[in-house]
C-alpha cells in the first residue's frame, strides 16, 4: 500500500496563534514530500518541497518565514502556519513521493482544514 | 513553467453512460500524467497514471489514452455508477514538479 496521513484533520485557532500540521507516509519511506493549499472548488496549488534533512524549495509568492516545513525523518514532514490570519484559513494537503513505484508518483493525505478565526 | 489545461469543468451523465474528461500539456518535458479523485472533504486519490512510453493503459471500468505530439490525454471511465461521482484532476509531472489542471466535477445521475 501506500499511505499518507496528515494529523489535525481540522483545526480552528485564533488569529495570530501558529498551528502546526504533521503528515506521515504510513508504510513507505518517502525522501520527498509536499504542501498544497487548496481553496474552495479550485484546484490544488504547489506550496513547497521537502527532502529529507534538507531546507524546503518554496513556490514563487509562498512565504517561507510563514509557513515553516521541518522534513525531520524519511516518514515525517511538518507545516507550521505561523502567526495565523484569517486568510490562511484552507485545505492544506500534503503527499509523498513513492520511490518504489516509479519516479513523480505522488500519493496524498486526507487534508487538514485550518479556520483562522 | 507548465500548463495544465483540463476540460470540461462539469459533467453529468446517467448511471451506465461513459465519461471522458480531457487534459492538454504545454511542456513537451512532462513524462508522467496521473489522475486523481477527490470527494468532498477529503485529499485526491490516485486512479490511474500513465508515462510518456505508454500511449493506453486500462484498469477495470478506467482507462487513460495519452497523445504525445499533440500533447493531450484523456480519461475514460465506463459503464459509471453514482460513486463514480467526485473531482477528477489531472496532472502533468517532470521531476516531480506536478501541475493540476482546474478539475472537472462528475455527477452521476442514478
Known amino acids: 500500500g501506500a499511505v499518507v496521513s496528515q494529523h489535525p484533520s481540522r483545526v480552528i485557532c485564533k488569529s495570530g496563534t501558529s498551528v502546526k500540521i504533521e503528515c506521515r507516509s504510513l508504510?513507505?519511506?518517502?525522501?520527498?514530500m509536499f504542501w498544497y493549499r487548496q481553496f474552495p472548488k479550485k484546484s490544488l496549488m504547489l506550496m513547497a518541497t521537502?527532502?529529507?534533512?534538507?531546507?524546503?524549495?518554496?513556490e514563487q509568492g509562498v512565504e517561507k518565514d510563514k509557513f515553516l516545513i521541518n522534513h525531520a525523518s524519511l516518514t515525517l514532514s511538518t507545516l507550521t502556519v505561523t502567526s495565523a490570519h484569517p486568510e490562511d484559513s484552507s485545505f492544506y494537503i500534503c503527499?509523498?513521493?513513492?520511490?518504489?513505484?516509479?519516479?513523480?508518483?505522488?500519493?496524498f493525505g486526507p487534508g487538514t482544514r485550518l479556520t483562522v478565526l | 513553467g507548465e500548463n495544465v489545461e483540463q476540460h470540461p469543468s462539469t459533467l453529468s451523465v446517467q448511471e451506465g453512460d461513459s465519461a471522458v474528461i480531457k487534459c492538454t500539456y504545454s511542456?513537451?518535458?512532462?513524462?508522467?500524467f496521473p489522475w486523481y479523485k477527490q470527494e468532498l472533504g477529503k485529499g485526491p486519490q490516485l486512479i490511474i497514471d500513465?508515462?510518456?512510453?505508454?500511449g493506453e493503459k486500462k484498469d477495470q471500468r478506467i482507462a487513460v489514452t495519452l497523445n504525445k505530439t499533440a500533447k493531450h490525454f484523456s480519461l475514460h471511465i465506463t459503464e459509471t455508477q453514482p460513486e463514480d461521482s467526485a473531482v477528477y484532476f489531472c496532472?502533468?509531472?517532470?521531476?516531480?514538479?506536478?501541475?493540476f489542471g482546474a478539475g472537472t466535477r462528475l455527477t452521476v445521475k442514478p
Open positions: 503527499s509523498a513521493s513513492h520511490p518504489g513505484q516509479g519516479a513523480d508518483t505522488q500519493y
Open positions: 508504510d513507505f519511506q518517502a525522501t520527498t
Open positions: 521537502s527532502n529529507e534533512g534538507s531546507k524546503a524549495t518554496y
Open positions: 511542456d513537451s518535458a512532462s513524462n508522467y
Open positions: 500513465i508515462r510518456s512510453n505508454v
Open positions: 496532472a502533468a509531472s517532470i521531476n516531480n514538479d506536478m501541475r
